[in-house]
């Protein structure tokens, strides 16, 4: 299988062409971490960068060193050199709604928006909201010109195409058939209105009357004609962002495990982003494996485990000092070729065999330690070591299949591999480091 080519990572935060980096993928494979570790990267070498993320579990505030993270961009003290800073913030959705609401509609039609049930719960939870609002901060921010690179973690959604999608689905909705539906009998007022009301939507008001209570339809009907004259306004703002990541300042980073689902995830986005003519930059490759004793197979490596445990030719010593006295074969012993390989893993199982055998032909004195009780207690913490070897060199071979996999169908698109770390980063030294791994492209040990 071709190697695909790395992803340069430095050359990308360097240049002052690109304004924004949006990374993408499925939930759970360390978007986050990944945006702040670029966010840390790029203010070190320079760059005014602003993190925005959209992350429930508020590591990235942790990691910063900040006590929090809101809807305003917050400088962290610590970062920066050349004239670089870096910010920081977490989308609130509801506080991003209201202030769409509070800039398109005069005082006292904000106010009854803000207050309306429906739009309370339309703000706080609606389906593709969020997306739909990291769309609208992306704006916002890029429209400021405070910074000179943006970075944005997209939403945790089931999937990552969520974040393309959803700002499209919640724009066509609130500029949509159902809401002109719902604005008629305002529009044409009075008893007309409701009397179109009542023949065109019985049947629809009286199911959402028995799911969700009486009031809602009247809640939806005082929210659809207090938001009149901003419903148009959604789907313009939605599509002029949209242009905004097709734009060639914008660099579109999917990220993945190397994970099947994760994986297949990522294929479907970098196609979809290839459907948009949206930039892509590369793959990041999270918690990768990798081994410096990769000479020893996972097969040999339990060979000699199980030669430890089960007493097999490694204790034989008298039978094959028999074979080499008799000159009946000029080949190597069994163990030698079952344990040939990594020199480190290796070594480590030899030596044991070489204490055991040393003390096999040199039986103690009587009332002396109990060196056989010691021997085996080594052969069971090589044997132990050479398994874990084994566990992992299984897992370096299947994520090489599955990484194979994706490159086979993807092979112009540059990934960046970082190794997978003992635990999480939760300070500004673990995003630093996650950056050099970054701009280095391969795991540690590989």
């Known amino acids: 299988m071709d190697t695909p080519p790395r992803l340069a990572v430095d050359r990308l935060l360097d240049d002052r062409e690109t304004r924004i980096i949006v990374c993408c993928g499925a939930g759970g494979v360390g ?39 809101d809807n305003t961009p917050r400088k962290v003290g610590t970062v920066g050199a050349g004239g670089g800073e870096l910010h920081a913030m977490m989308l609130d959705m509801k506080r991003t709604f209201d202030e769409i609401v509070e800039a398109h509609a005069d005082a006292e039609r904000a106010r009854a928006i803000l207050a309306n049930p429906f739009y309370q719960s339309l703000s706080a939870g609606f389906a593709g909201t969020q997306e739909y609002m990291a769309m609208e901060k992306l704006g916002q921010l890029r429209a400021r010109d ?21 700002p499209k689905r919640l724009g066509s909705f609130l500029d949509g058939k159902f809401i002109r539906v719902l604005m008629a009998p305002a529009k044409v007022g009075g008893r007309a209105g409701m009397k179109f009301l009542n023949v065109g939507m019985s049947m629809m ?42 734009a060639p300042g914008t660099a579109f980073l999917v990220v993945a495990a190397p994970e099947a689902d994760a994986l297949r995830e990522a294929a479907y986005f970098v196609e979809r982003l290839a459907a948009e003519k949206m930039p892509l930059a590369g793959l990041v490759l999270n918690r990768v494996h990798g081994s410096g004793a990769d000479q020893l197979s996972a097969e040999r490596a339990l060979a000699a485990a199980e030669n430890l445990e089960e007493g097999g030719i490694v204790d034989q010593e008298s039978g094959k ?34 204490t055991r055998t040393t003390r096999t032909a040199n039986p103690p004195e009587t009332g002396s330690p109990g060196t056989e009780g010691d021997t085996a207690v080594v052969d069971r913490i090589t044997a132990g070591l050479l398994r874990l070897h084994a566990e992992r060199m299984q897992v370096i071979a299947r994520e090489q299949r599955t990484r194979d996999r ?9 990934v960046a591999e970082v190794a ?25 040990g590989a």
């Open 31 to 69: 978007k986050t971490t990944t945006a702040a570790a670029l966010g840390v990267r790029a203010a070190g070498r320079g760059r005014k960068a602003v993190v925005l993320t959209i992350d429930p579990a508020r590591r990235l505030a942790q990691s910063m060193g900040i006590d929090s993270l």
């Open 146 to 166: 405070d910074w000179d690179l943006i970075i944005v973690d997209t939403p945790p959604s089931r999937s990552a195409l969520d974040f393309l999608d959803a």
């Open 205 to 246: 008001t009286g199911t959402l009357s028995k799911l969700m209570g009486a009031s809602l339809l009247k809640d939806v009907q005082t929210f659809v004609a207090a938001m009149d004259t901003m419903f148009g306004g959604f789907r313009t703002r939605a599509d002029a962002t949209f242009r905004l990541l097709q």
């Open 321 to 354: 000092a028999g074979l080499r006295d008799s000159g009946a074969e000029a080949t190597e012993p069994t163990e030698t070729a079952e344990t040939a390989g990594s020199a480190d893993t290796a070594r480590t199982a030899h030596s044991a065999r070489t």
């Open 406 to 414: 994706f490159t086979s169908l993807h092979p112009e698109v540059a």
């Open 420 to 444: 997978a770390l003992p635990g999480d980063v939760h300070d500004l030294a673990g995003l630093r480091a996650i950056g050099e791994r970054l701009a280095a492209g391969v795991p540690a």
